[in-house]
Structures are given as C-alpha cells and as structure tokens.
C-alpha cells in the first residue's frame, strides 16, 4: 500500500538537544512538506521541497532545518534555537506543488520537552 | 491579505441530525479547495477538493459546496463515527502555500 510514514509517534526533547523526525514515502511524490500544528490554530509549514536536493523556507522556518537527499524522504531537525518545540508535527506531500494539487498526510509524531 | 475562517469552531449535533459546516475564505485567486477529516493524534485524512464555484461532490454523507466567497462541508443523518475536526485548507493564486482554518470539531451524540 503506497503512504506516508512517520517515526516516532512521540518524542521527547532535553534542553539544548538536536532531535529528528522521520517522513517517508513511496507514492513516488515530488512535492514535501511539513506542517506543525497547535491547539486552536490552523496548520502552519515550516518548510516544503518540490524537487530532490531543493526546499525552501514556509512562514515558521526559524529553529528547524531539513535536508532532501532522496525523493522518498524528507527528515526535519527541530534544533535547540526553537524555543518553544512542543506541538503535533504532519509531514505531507503531493505530486507537484502546481495548482491545486491535493496534500496527503502522515500520521504525524507529537513532540514534547522534557 | 490571505485568510481563511471555518465556523462555528465546535458544532455538537445529535445523531441524525443534519448541519452544515462553514469556511470563508479572502484569497486572491483561487486554485483549490480542499477538506480534510482529522481524527484525535491522527494526521489529516483527504475528504474533498473543490476548483470552481458551483461544484459540487459527495462522499457518503458529506457533500461539499463551492461559492466564490465560502464552502460549505454538509452532513447529512450523522452518525458518532462521524466525529472528528474538519479541516479547511486553500490553494491561493499568489504562492505555493496552502492557507489553513483553524478546523471545526464534530461532535455526533448517539
């Protein structure tokens, strides 16, 4: 069955710690993304890849980096700079990021600090 | 400025009582718009995508309409399965960035 995997489900973060969540997929997608999502409000992206070894910065970019090495996966560094991780972060993607192409989502991992 | 607005934030109804879920939105221009379903620790499950207004589409007891100004997700007889947040998200004409509600959560008591 053709998804989008995430790994961890939870996990967790110690002051000054690097951690990294995992996205895979094998819809053979070129589109990427990652969202991360807060009670109350709307999915914001952090950053979005449209091509292999090319991403660029969504509007919450700030403490958190990725990296687009292969077509299939799209990991995202949340890094001791953002101060405030704790949140449900969704890794998405689509076929391309023309018009109106619809974003299937993961299952997610929801970040807490420790 | 982009925006979108889903209303009311919760709508609790009883079991076969029908409703209408809102989402306004201020874009300029418009390439797509879709909803989603999103179950408690759960990722966003793809309902709907809606191009041009007076479309229309129907997925069991969902069906979605388009206007130039809002859509609108109705549920027809609910059942408590039907539970969930409905996500609104839309495609503007300006970027490649999909500008997101804050949800409405559905709650259907038996």
């Known amino acids: 069955d053709g998804g989008i995997t995430q790994s961890p489900k939870y996990l967790f973060r110690k002051e000054g710690q690097n951690v990294t969540l995992s996205c895979e997929q094998n819809?053979?997608?070129?589109?990427m993304y990652w969202y991360r999502q807060d009670p109350g409000q709307g999915l914001r992206l952090i950053y979005y890849?449209?091509?292999?070894?090319?991403?660029q910065k969504g509007d919450i970019a700030e403490g958190y980096s990725v990296s687009r090495e292969k077509k299939e996966s799209f990991p995202l560094t949340v890094t001791s700079a953002q101060k405030n991780p704790t949140a449900f972060y969704l890794c998405?993607?689509?076929?391309?990021?023309?018009?109106?192409?619809?974003?299937?989502f993961g299952p997610g991992t929801r970040l807490l600090v420790l | 400025e982009d925006q979108v607005t889903q209303s009311p934030e919760a709508l609790r109804l009883q079991e076969g009582e029908s409703s209408s879920l809102n989402c306004s939105y201020t874009v300029s221009g418009l390439r797509g718009l879709f909803w989603y379903r999103q179950d408690p620790g759960k990722g966003p499950e793809f309902l709907f995508t809606l191009y041009s207004a007076g479309e229309e589409k129907e997925k069991e007891r969902l069906k979605a309409t388009l206007t130039k100004k809002e859509s609108f997700l109705h549920i027809t007889a609910p059942k408590p399965e039907d539970s969930a947040t409905y996500l609104c998200a839309v495609h503007p004409g300006s970027n490649y960035q999909l500008i997101w509600g804050a949800g409405t959560k559905l709650i259907i008591k038996p």
């Open positions: 890849s449209q091509i292999v070894n090319d991403f």
């Open positions: 819809l053979n997608h070129d589109a």
């Open positions: 998405a993607s689509s076929i391309g990021t023309t018009s109106g192409e619809t974003q299937y």
